[in-house]
């Protein structure tokens, strides 16, 4: 079994920053790929960024030069800058990480971290 846990959520206002955390334990081998998503209310939850275990990123548009993914192997975690923060931005943000176990791939999700930005 694996866990996700996030840190760093909170309330920011227009134009600040914040940093999100999300450590990955348990029954690892490999993590190939690691992501951040994010759900406000009302609407269907949508990828933010993700990362490749070769650092290779893609994000979504509306982050483009305000978000940066990175990750740390060694330390199976994936960390979120968000720089520039917009009331829009104001989600339920979720790490997501596909593990290779063993003997299995699976697809994991954290329990979520609130950010809200006011305006």
């Known amino acids: 079994q694996v866990q996700l846990v996030e840190s760093g959520g909170g309330l920011v206002q227009r134009g600040g920053s914040l940093r999100l955390s999300c450590v990955a334990s348990?029954?690892?081998?490999?993590?190939?790929?690691m992501g951040w998503y994010r759900q406000a209310p009302g609407k269907q939850r949508e990828l933010v960024a993700v990362?490749?275990?070769?650092?290779?990123?893609m994000y979504a548009d509306s982050v483009k030069g305000r978000f940066t993914i990175s990750r740390d192997n060694a330390r199976n975690t994936v960390y979120l800058q968000m720089n520039s923060l917009k009331p829009e931005d104001t989600a339920v943000y979720y790490c997501?990480?596909?593990?290779?176990?063993?003997?299995?791939?699976?697809?994991?999700w954290g329990q979520g971290t609130q950010v809200t930005v006011s305006s």
């Open positions: 348990g029954s690892i081998f490999s993590i190939p790929v």
């Open positions: 997501n990480a596909k593990v290779r176990s063993y003997t299995a791939l699976g697809d994991y």
């Open positions: 990362i490749i275990s070769g650092g290779s990123t």
